[in-house]
């Protein structure tokens, strides 16, 4: 009986493999015979661009959400107390029925922080007499927290939906 022909290089790593293809830039891949639209960028006058036909509309870029994929490997780190931490992973595991979202969940708040920017600059100076009592006062960080809270909430109600 004959051997088979290796299908995948000796060396083939799929983990690197995978990885270097998320890495590296998006760059469409044109179909043979397909229509070019051509629309004016922003960087130059209405010159004709190429842009990908109807076969590709599905991976066409989104503006203003990044378009490679990047790794999350850092991690932001605060204190809490046990009965907080286990709290947010009790809600996020009701609400979303999993018990790992609690990540998402932050992230989706510091969204909320960074569309809402613009009131939050407008009540920097509110926020900065906000005297921040020391770690060993367990009743004047709740305080501080909570008026902090008010002050985020009247900047994201400003703000309204986040765009995209």
Same mark, same amino acid.
């Given at each position: ?13 799929? #983990?690197?493999?995978?990885? @270097? ?14 229509? #070019? ?13 190429? #842009? ?26 605060? @204190?809490?107390?046990?009965?907080? @931490? ?6 996020? @595991? ?71």
């Amino acid at each position: 009986m004959a051997k088979r022909a290796p299908i995948l290089p000796d060396n083939y790593n799929p #983990v690197g493999e995978r990885l @270097r293809r998320i890495s590296e830039p998006f760059s469409p891949v044109v179909v043979p015979g397909e229509n #070019v639209i051509a629309l004016p960028t922003p960087e130059s006058s209405p010159v004709t661009e190429a #842009v990908p036909g109807p076969a590709l509309r599905e991976r066409e870029l989104i503006p203003d959400i990044p378009t490679g994929q990047e790794l999350k490997t850092v991690s932001v780190r605060f @204190r809490c107390a046990l009965n907080e @931490r286990k709290k947010w992973h009790e809600l996020t @595991r009701e609400l979303t029925g999993d018990h790992n979202n609690l990540s998402h969940f932050i992230r989706a708040a510091l969204l909320l922080v960074e569309n809402s920017q613009g009131q939050l600059q407008r009540l920097a100076p509110d926020i900065q007499r906000f005297q921040k009592p020391a770690t060993n006062d367990p009743l004047g960080l709740t305080l501080y927290e909570q008026r902090l809270a008010q002050l985020l909430y009247d900047a994201i109600k400003a703000a309204g939906r986040p765009k995209g």
